[in-house]
């Protein structure tokens, strides 16, 4: 039976960002991959748009989000809606219901999801979230939870505290994030911002030489039963 992955993350985007490399190189093994993306994304960058714009904008986004997700072989994207940067508005309950409810359905035995301490308050509750819809009871079928970095949020909080401890060779999967992440057009930034695709490739390049590889991913282990 093939080893399932959940990749749980707050915005359009944020998947790609986090662990594309990693799950397309899991995908060529033989793993099968989901995606939950809880929140709209953008909307909340532009409070003076009107609502047709703002609609467009979230249309615009959901096609990106599932072009960029079958370009690695994603076999099922779930998009919630909860507002952009505001899921502090919302009851924890809601948000770890709808976890629950997509693990239910996919069974995954990996989760990888955000890290606990990013400047984004929607990546916090999204981590809280998904620590609490994955409780380690006797019959829970995930057994191992990584935390990945965002670029612009994991490295802008203060004091920095990401430690990664498991790294991921994606040497032969950088290009397969870079192409998924041009799909992201709405989301780009020119170089020197963090979230460019400069910035994405000489962040692989700078976690890579840490560990003697070309290009890597790296992770905090949150849980791993073995």
């Not at 770890?96 to 984004?120: C, G, M, Q, R, W």
């Not at 057994?143 to 920095?160: A, D, H, M, Q």
């Amino acid at each position: 039976m093939k080893k399932k992955i959940l990749i749980v993350a707050a915005h359009p985007d944020d998947e790609v960002l986090g662990c594309f490399g990693t799950v397309a190189r899991l995908i060529k093994e033989g793993y099968e991959a989901y995606t939950l993306i809880l929140g709209e994304g953008k909307t909340s960058r532009d409070e003076e748009r009107v609502v047709e714009s703002r609609q467009d904008d979230i249309e615009l986004l959901n096609s990106e989000i599932l072009k960029a997700n079958n370009v690695i072989g994603i076999k099922k994207v779930f998009v919630e809606s909860f507002a952009d940067n505001r899921f502090d508005s919302v009851d924890l309950l809601d948000i770890i219901k709808v976890i629950s409810k997509v693990k239910e359905e996919v069974n995954p035995d990996i989760i990888f999801t955000h890290y606990e301490h990013d400047l984004n308050i929607d990546h916090q509750i999204t981590y809280k979230a998904v620590i609490t819809a994955t409780r380690p009871m006797e019959d829970e079928c995930v057994k191992e939870i990584y935390s990945f970095e965002i670029l612009s949020s994991t490295e802008w909080n203060y004091p920095l505290s990401f430690s990664a401890d498991t790294y991921f060779d994606i040497s032969d999967t950088i290009d397969l994030k870079v192409e998924a992440m041009k799909i992201y057009d709405s989301e780009l930034c020119e170089y020197p911002h963090p979230r460019s695709l400069e910035g994405i490739k000489l962040n692989a390049k700078y976690q890579g030489m840490r560990v003697g590889k070309k290009y890597v991913e790296a992770f905090k282990t949150i849980r791993a039963i073995k």
